[in-house]
């Protein structure tokens, strides 16, 4: 069975930086993707970085371009999102997503992910 685990969330003041981990076990083969969302309450969950586990071309949401890095670790089976100049508006829980079907299309879209971590808090403070 998949296990995904997150890690790195916190508290930091705006203009800071966190860094998010997610460790997948239960697999010996390679994801076809992982990716980043991220939810507040009341609010649908919001894509935020995808990668292709045989690609280094990483995808964004315009609201992160520029600030947020998504790399991987394949053999560790680790992606990890490097979130630099943190505004308030990034406050939310932080959840890894992967697809392990070697023909899947991955998007931002929740409905691309089979396996979901618990979730890490992430909270900016002005």
């Known amino acids: 069975q998949v296990q995904l685990v997150e890690s790195g969330g916190g508290s930091v003041q705006a203009g800071g930086s966190l860094r998010l981990s997610c460790a997948a076990s239960?697999?010996?083969?390679?994801?076809?993707?992982m990716a980043w969302f991220r939810q507040t309450p009341g609010k649908e969950r919001e894509g935020v970085a995808l990668?292709?586990?045989?690609?280094?071309?990483?995808y964004y949401a315009d609201a992160v371009k520029g600030r947020f890095t998504i790399s991987q670790d394949n053999g560790k089976k680790q992606v990890y999102l490097q979130m630099n100049s943190l505004k308030p508006e990034d406050t939310a829980m932080y959840y890894c997503?992967?697809?392990?079907?070697?023909?899947?299309?991955?998007?931002?879209?929740?409905?691309?992910?089979?396996?979901w971590g618990q979730g890490t808090q992430v909270t900016v403070s002005s």
């Open positions: 239960g697999v010996t083969s390679s994801s076809r993707c």
């Open positions: 990668i292709y586990s045989n690609s280094n071309s990483p």
């Open positions: 997503a992967a697809n392990w079907w070697y023909l899947a299309t991955c998007s931002l879209y929740p409905r691309d992910y089979p396996d």
